[in-house]
């Protein structure tokens, strides 16, 4: 079974320091994984996709199979970066679902 | 930009009650998805649908709950009859393939009382 793992539920940091929000993940085979974000009264929104391998709003998420994480890191945070975060796991091939995390809830101080 | 819709956001019903979330996908759009969110969980996989047929569902996903695309633009998840732990977050979301990214409705917040 494919399980993914977030073990902050809240994460505070003050504006210009880095950022690490964790993710773990149990999977066998060769998963795809997200980072969606979900700013206040807002949709959940992709954020990047490991795929990608892109840098998105300073954002950046490295697979790490060896350890099966995916953590989300920002080297300066920024108040707007305040919102929550679910990291997410497609295990691909005929399969369609995506399997989340429970969030991590950043808040950027001022 | 388009987006995936949901109606309505907020829907209040008693236990037993039949209700009907609506969702419109993102025109182009093959694949249609329903999770859920109950207050504190994380969000749940309930239903994919594909083709005009379901494509994979979750445990939760029992004979209480279906899914239909009643045209070419509508895709709903009824609940014949609610039970007080259904009261959740719905997400839609749709993909264009189904590696595709999903992209996410606002949510309908539903209450049963």
């Known amino acids: 079974a494919q399980r993914v793992t977030q073990p902050e539920k809240l994460l505070s940091v003050f504006k210009g320091a880095p950022v690490e929000l964790k993710c773990n993940y149990s999977y066998s085979g060769s998963p795809e994984l997200f980072w969606y974000v979900q700013y206040s009264r807002q949709r959940l929104q992709l954020l990047l996709r490991?795929?990608s391998r892109e840098s998105i709003k300073g954002f950046t998420a490295d697979l790490n199979k060896g350890e099966t994480s995916f953590h989300l890191k920002k080297p300066f945070a920024q108040e707007e970066d305040s919102a929550m975060y679910y990291c997410a796991l497609h295990s691909g091939g005929s399969n369609y679902k995506l399997t989340f995390g429970k969030g991590t809830l950043l808040t950027v101080n001022p | 930009e388009p987006e995936v819709t949901q109606t309505p956001s907020h829907q209040v019903t008693q236990m037993g009650q039949e209700v009907i979330l609506r969702c419109v996908p993102i025109s182009n759009h093959l694949y249609f998805y329903w999770y859920r969110q109950i207050l504190g969980q994380k969000v749940e996989f309930l239903v994919s649908?594909?083709?005009?047929?379901?494509?994979?569902k979750s445990e939760i996903f029992d004979d209480q709950f279906s899914v239909e695309r009643p045209d070419g633009s509508n895709f709903t998840l009824k609940i014949r009859s609610t039970k007080l732990e259904d009261s959740a977050m719905y997400f839609c979301?749709?993909?264009?393939?189904?590696?595709?990214?999903?992209?996410f409705g606002a949510g309908t917040r539903l209450s049963v009382l």
């Open positions: 649908f594909y083709n005009n047929e379901i494509s994979e």
């Open positions: 490991h795929i």
């Open positions: 979301a749709s993909s264009r393939e189904s590696k595709n990214i999903q992209y």
